[in-house]
């Protein structure tokens, strides 16, 4: 993928972020508009455009990606209150960057999980 992608940009050092944590082969930097006191981005470095993509082709670097969000959120100091961890997917999803990323939302009171009944 590489130069089409945003994230894999970030990967390569060609766009900034602000990084909280990185492992080798994943990432995590602050999402660039935050809807959440904490708002952190974590990804595998590899590209895959959605989590859907990503567990099947790699599911030992899915749960890495879970690991390293779980790891943002204790030093966050999510863990006490808790957290909200969230994988826009396609068009229905909402997702605009197709390098699968996790949402990491904290810091206050989240509200419902979704922002109205579609049920
Ligand atoms: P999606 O809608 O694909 O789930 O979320 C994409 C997220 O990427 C959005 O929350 C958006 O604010 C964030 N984002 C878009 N461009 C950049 C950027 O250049 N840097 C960072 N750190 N975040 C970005
Ligand atoms: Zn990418």
């Given at each position: 993928m590489g130069s089409d992608c945003l994230f894999c940009r970030i990967v390569a050092g060609e766009i900034p972020a602000t990084v909280v944590r990185e492992t080798p082969r994943t990432l995590a930097f602050r999402d660039i508009a935050p809807k959440a006191p904490v708002h952190v981005l974590v990804i595998p470095k590899?590209?895959?455009?959605?989590v859907a993509t990503l567990a099947e082709g790699d599911p030992a670097l899915a749960g890495e990606v879970l690991a390293t969000a779980a790891a943002v959120a204790e030093d966050e100091g999510l863990l006490g209150d808790g957290f909200r961890l969230m994988f826009n997917t396609g068009a229905y999803g909402g997702?605009?960057?197709?390098h699968v990323h996790a949402h990491l939302f904290g810091g206050a009171p989240l509200g419902p999980m979704l922002a109205g009944d579609l049920a």
């Open positions: 590899e590209h895959y455009a959605d997702q605009e960057v197709f």
